[in-house]
């Protein structure tokens, strides 16, 4: 990943607990309904005892004990915070503490469904706060209207199907009963793809898949797992680790996201250098749509049988059906892990760099990230403080090719004026990608909201959409009134042969004005106008879901849109799977 | 269309326009070499460091998009790359800048010296120059200044240099370079050169293009240059040339840069320098070499006074804001930006919208000096003279009340019409008018209180009739007189084009039926859109906005259905057709000529001498009034019109273009001009 901002997030103090990220999974395994929402914040991102506060002293601190950060104190953090966005400690927009049920409004209840599916013994809830639960995903608007108490149009019952069958029985009930099905996972969506349409008048059945959650076989022979989808990742590299094994498949939201939505949105994981982007993992999809079930008759390895009738069901974000079981490529666990930084003087120099380490090596260079410096570095000799970049690097492997590529890769970086800057720093950056999901909810205890979002883009592109982009993000704040400069910055978190993954960060102080979601909806537009117009992509993993339908007939043409379409009308006719993404 | 749309026309007397700055005033009471050695740190954008001529060249020549072309030239004429590449080093060699500080005080210096003889002031718009100091730092500058002199370029450099702003990069023709040493020096105060035709040659395109844009996108130096393309000799502005306002539009188009911005900058000359040799070239005696020489004996002959010069910098336009909705910019996406494309038809259309808008946008600010107003009407008057005959007689000119009276009224005229005039209040208006005719008096003439213009006829009674002088020869002298002054006139033309398009139109409309006034209105527009600056695509705007003020001003009162004078607007209806007249019967005699003298064998190099021999026939008859008529620049406007509309076809030959006339519709042509015929129904959508 490659980041870069004028003053961007402070260095973090005093990380000496060299505890493995893995230790940060949960312990526990779920087992039943609920559970998970126990442990979850309502309002927020990740775990409940989790988040950044400021203590009595104004000091910055990381709750919990899952994460390496975990009990620390930051006092860099405060200063940056309201250095960059102009906030104050007293100004504060506490959330409302707890789910208002009776704002909820009652459940629209299709008794004969529900009288059916009380037969077939699979567990469902009418309660409300299951039902608020599973109403959302993660985009800010979501966050914020819950932070505010605000639930729009919410799932009307939650069922939780055990197994492939299950599913089975529910969609043929659905279908029988007329009734709207829309498929939950880990709920971390940030493209509006949970959202209720607030125009169904159906029952809304949201079927949560958290229950399919087991791993029915490994196949040491072919390298391959058969895995329920409703597995959320952290679990799934857990159960393949005890036996020796991973995927490779590391998102963002990996503690949270499961291996059904992964299918569902053409996820990316951040070794994908190594391992592949889940298109690339998967062996085998099965999937329960109205007309049946789909799968493919056989696993081999690859097939010339006309359009891969997988890639109807990547990226379909629950509009034709319920992926219910995957069979994944594996691969043995690295034997020697090892992580690394460099810093650049300039960001340019840092794009020049990855592409460069791109064409010569591909095989243990697991990840990395360009980030802006002081993340994690404040003061590099010669730098310019406001200018440089980091990468993060990550290598896999055998010890001694790690070891023979490392060097590889540092030599490259040199040509391009980058500084090895250590192990620590790399292994910092990668465990800052899991908490700044929580920096978020920090944000919006004190008049500051962001989000981040992405895109692909050509090799040659990946310095102009940056510089636009921003620049865009930081004119369209100005003419909407956001009193302070905003914080828009961006990183380069994948590479490919034929260009890059950038992400964009935009956050901003919203004191003095009266519609802050509504101004940053719209930032959030004219960006994506932007990055579209400087020939990036509409998403590279996030996916489009209602958030970025507006493009997509631009981006995939007319024509493209009759195809996708025409497959949804043959396989849902009574659009049964009713979330309205995509199309 | 609607009525409220007419009325809810802005009014133009509300434009806010900047004061002025006498640049001038402090160099007469302090030291120029001080000035010249001053320390001169300009502002650049966003604090880069200004790079060596060698790197820039190096960045040129090492481009992916000259390597393509390269390689491109190289495959279809069987030459090797690296010769091709040493081509495009020589190109790049032969055209490109090399500013040096030391140059650029020298000239400071001198033109200090100069400018100080021959004008009393030279004034600026500060808040321009600080909008231009904002814009330089944030984004890369093109700056469009009006193109009148050969001073502009100059002028310009010297007001960044004063101001402590970035000097510009200067897109200069070739014929600059024959100027032996000052070629070279103007080289090294930023101009660089570029030969006046390429059409074909890949690669010179290539290294131009690419030369320009690494400049703009780097942000090194603000680039110039003028759309229109080469100095107007009329005063009027030229239609607008695209092919370098694509060139610095296009980094912005894919993405290369977040915005551009364009600084529409107006240079007005109360006298301009080269008055009578512009006169000259329009009647056919060519233009001169640039030469080295010239330009001083130019310098040495011309040392007299030459009033003020008003130099205004627009507001900086925002390339992006221009091409919001107007492009799609994802049409970029598909193929590598480094190979040169064609521009689609909605970029060239955006090109073309904007560079006419950028036009207008310094006709606008360019500031008229009462003596355009004396020179419109001594003008009009002159030719009421010879049509009342009596431009021997001692009836002829005005008496100086008559025309202070008359200026007087136009001035309030041209100030409803939102015009930037600069007419002294403060100081009694017959003093403004003696002063203006004082300043203009090689193109007037005082006798017995009464002013007329310079111009004798022949005729018994006529003083100062060369003996020996054919009358062809006289002719001519006159007219040199009549197209200086018309020069001035057209200063003001676009205060009064749109009404005086209305004017005419009603003038030759068989009725005074709405619809028929604005189909003859669109016609005429249709007509003269090579001669006047009229926005493609605006007829109804402009229709809207004629009518708005002369409805506003009393002129005109519109209904639903007619279009009517009223009584009092009587005499500027009058005032506004005179000044179309001339325009008016010089089409209808290039129609006329094309449709009785025109041989076959008329070609495109046969067609001005032809046509001025044609007129010269008519004038010395008497059937011609306008000896205005005999600017080859009319005349080429005219023909391009014409071909445009199809009344003319070109044939291409061996070795030369030959005209073919449709005499039929040249003819229906020009009894629509003279309002013998009704106006076909526009094509515009209906009122």
Not at chain 1, 54 to 64: I, L, Y
Not at chain 1, 429 to 456: H, Q
Not at chain 2, 135 to 145: G, R, W
Not at chain 2, 431 to 460: C, F, K, N, Q, T
């Amino acid at each position: 990943v490659i980041e870069w901002t004028p003053g961007g997030i402070p260095s973090i103090h005093r990380v000496s607990k060299s505890v493995n990220l893995n230790s940060s999974y949960l312990k526990k395994k779920q087992c039943f309904t609920g559970q998970m929402q126990e442990i979850m914040k309502w309002n927020g991102w990740g775990y409940v005892d989790s988040k950044f506060q400021f203590n009595k002293k104004g000091q910055a601190e990381f709750t919990g004990k899952r994460y390496r950060l975990s009990g620390m104190v930051m006092p860099a953090l405060k200063e940056w915070f309201e250095s960059t966005f102009g906030a104050s400690l007293q100004h504060k927009t506490p959330a409302s503490a707890i789910p208002n049920s009776s704002a909820v409004q009652p459940p629209i209840l299709n008794e004969a469904f529900v009288e059916d599916l009380k037969s077939t013994g699979i567990p469902f809830s009418q309660d409300a706060e299951d039902r608020v639960f599973r109403a959302h995903g993660h985009c800010l608007h979501e966050i914020f209207a819950l932070r505010e108490g605000k639930v729009g149009r919410v799932p009307d019952m939650v069922v939780w199907p055990s197994n492939h069958n299950d599913v089975v029985k529910i969609v043929e009930l659905a279908c029988k009963h007329n009734v709207c099905l829309i498929p939950y996972g880990g709920g971390t969506s940030v493209s509006s793809a949970l959202e209720c349409p607030p125009e169904e008048t159906r029952t809304i059945v949201s079927v949560d898949t958290s229950q399919m959650n087991r791993i029915l076989w490994i196949d040491e022979k072919n390298l391959t797992a058969h895995v329920e989808a409703g597995i959320v990742g952290q679990e799934l590299e857990r159960l393949l680790n005890e036996s020796g094994y991973c995927t490779g498949h590391e998102p963002d939201s990996m503690e949270f996201s499961s291996l059904g939505g992964w299918v569902a949105t053409r996820a990316s994981g951040m070794k994908k250098n190594i391992y592949g982007n889940i298109e690339d993992l998967v062996v085998h999809i099965r999937m329960v749509t109205p007309q049946g079930v789909i799968e493919k008759s056989c696993q081999g390895p690859r097939m010339s049988t006309g359009p891969d009738i997988h890639h109807f069901i990547l990226g379909s974000e629950g509009t034709l059906g319920v992926v219910t079981e995957v069979t994944m490529k594996i691969r043995p666990m690295p034997e020697y892990q090892k992580y690394g930084s460099v810093v650049f003087p300039n960001f340019e120099q840092g794009v020049a760099c990855l592409r460069e380490v791109l064409t010569l090596i591909t095989n243990v260079f697991a990840g990395h990230a360009l980030k802006p410096q002081k993340f994690y570095i404040t003061k590099f000799k010669g730098f310019d403080p406001n200018r440089l970049c980091v990468a993060t690097l990550l290598f896999e492997g055998d010890r001694e090719r790690v070891l023979q590529h490392e060097k590889q890769v540092y030599d490259i970086a040199a040509k391009f004026g980058g500084l090895a800057a250590g192990e620590d720093n790399g292994q910092r950056g990668y465990m800052l990608t899991f908490v700044i999901a929580y920096l978020r909810d920090l944000g919006m205890d004190y008049y500051v909201i962001g989000e981040s979002f992405e895109t692909s883009v050509p090799w040659d592109r990946v310095l102009d959409i940056c510089r636009n982009v921003k620049e865009r993000i930081i004119r369209e704040c100005k003419e909407r009134g956001v009193q302070f400069p905003p914080l828009s910055t961006c990183r380069v978190t994948q590479t490919y042969d034929a260009g890059a993954c950038v992400y964009f960060y935009f956050a901003f102080n919203y004191r003095g004005l009266s519609d802050p979601v509504h101004v940053y909806e719209q930032v959030e537009h004219a960006a994506r106008d932007e990055i579209l117009a400087n020939g990036g992509s509409l998403s590279h993993h996030h996916g489009v879901g209602k958030l970025r339908k507006e493009w997509m007939r631009e981006t995939v043409s007319r024509v493209g849109m009759g195809m996708l379409k025409s497959v949804k009308d043959y396989v849902d006719p009574g659009n049964i799977f009713g979330n309205r993404n995509l199309l | 269309m609607a009525s409220e749309a007419v009325y809810s026309h802005r009014d133009p007397m509300l434009k806010k326009r900047d004061d002025f700055e006498d640049i001038l005033e402090e160099r007469r009471n302090c030291s120029d070499l001080r000035y010249a050695l001053k320390c001169y740190t300009p502002v650049v954008y966003k604090g880069l460091t200004p790079c060596k001529a060698g790197v820039l060249k190096n960045m040129v020549l090492q481009s992916d998009q000259l390597h393509y072309v390269i390689n491109q030239v190289s495959k279809e004429t069987g030459k090797a790359p690296e010769d091709v590449q040493e081509e495009a080093s020589a190109i790049l060699e032969e055209m490109a800048h090399r500013m040096q500080l030391s140059t650029v005080r020298f000239f400071a210096f001198t033109l200090c010296k100069v400018f100080k003889t021959l004008f009393r002031s030279i004034c600026v718009n500060e808040e321009g120059i600080q909008r231009l100091q904002q814009a330089i730092q944030e984004h890369p500058v093109v700056l469009l200044p009006s193109h009148r002199s050969y001073m502009d370029f100059l002028l310009m450099s010297y007001i960044l240099f004063t101001y402590d702003l970035a000097l510009p990069v200067i897109a200069a023709g070739m014929d600059f370079m024959g100027m032996k040493i000052v070629g070279e020096m103007l080289r090294m105060s930023g101009a660089f050169f570029i030969r006046r035709s390429f059409g074909g040659d890949k690669l010179y395109w290539a290294v131009f293009s690419e030369y320009v844009k690494t400049i703009l996108k780097n942000g090194l130096a603000p680039v110039e240059f003028f759309l229109e393309g080469t100095r107007s000799r009329t005063a009027k502005s030229l239609t607008p040339k695209l092919g370098l306002l694509n060139i610095v539009m296009d980094p912005f188009l894919k993405g290369e840069v977040f915005d551009i911005n364009v600084v529409p900058v107006s240079i007005s000359y109360e006298r301009i320098l080269e008055e009578t040799l512009y006169a000259r070239e329009l009647l056919g005696v060519p233009k001169p070499k640039e030469s080295t020489s010239g330009l001083f004996k130019a310098r040495r002959v011309l040392s007299e006074d030459y009033g003020s010069i008003h130099v205004y910098f627009g507001q900086p336009v925002s390339v992006r804001s221009l091409a919001e909705g107007r492009v799609n910019r994802c049409q970029f996406n598909l193929t590598p930006r480094h190979i040169p494309k064609r521009p689609s038809d909605d970029v060239h259309s955006f090109v073309n919208a904007a560079a006419y808008r950028l036009v207008r946008a310094q006709e606008e600010n360019m500031v008229l000096k009462p003596w355009v107003l004396l020179a419109s009407l001594l003008l009009q008057n002159h030719h009421q003279d010879l049509d009342q005959d009596r431009a021997a007689g001692p009836e002829r000119g005005m008496g100086l009340d008559e025309l202070t009276e008359e200026a007087l009224w136009l001035r309030d005229v041209c100030r409803q019409y939102g015009a930037f005039l600069h007419w002294p209040d403060h100081v009694p208006p017959s003093e403004v008018v003696s002063s203006s005719l004082d300043l203009h008096r090689g193109l007037v003439r005082i006798s017995e209180g009464r002013v007329r213009l310079a111009v004798e006829h022949a005729g018994p009674s006529g003083p100062g009739v060369h003996p020996g002088a054919g009358p062809e020869e006289q002719l001519l002298n006159q007219a040199v007189v009549v197209l200086s002054c018309a020069s001035y006139r057209n200063q003001a033309l676009h205060v009064f084009l749109r009404p005086a398009l209305l004017a005419s139109a009603m003038h030759i409309a068989t009725s005074s039926n709405k619809q028929e006034v604005f189909n003859s209105f669109s016609f005429l527009r249709n007509m003269f859109s090579n001669e006047f600056i009229l926005c493609p695509g605006a007829t109804m705007q402009d229709f809207e906005e004629a009518c708005f003020l002369l409805v506003k001003t009393g002129v005109l009162q519109i209904t639903e259905q007619e279009v009517l004078s009223t009584h009092r607007g009587h005499r500027t209806l009058a005032f506004l057709t005179r000044m179309m007249d001339p325009f008016l019967q010089g089409y209808q005699v290039i129609c006329m000529f094309l449709c009785e003298e025109a041989s076959e064998a008329l070609t495109e190099k046969t067609f001005i001498p032809a046509v001025r021999g044609f007129m010269v026939k008519q004038l010395l008859s008497g059937r011609l009034r306008y000896t205005e008529v005999l600017s080859s620049d009319l005349q080429k406007n005219a023909l391009a019109a014409l071909l445009r509309l199809g009344a003319v076809l070109k044939t291409k030959g061996a070795d030369q273009t030959t005209l073919k006339v449709n005499r039929v519709m040249v003819n229906s042509l020009e009894d629509t001009l003279g309002g013998k015929l009704p106006t076909q129904k526009a094509a515009v959508a209906r009122l």
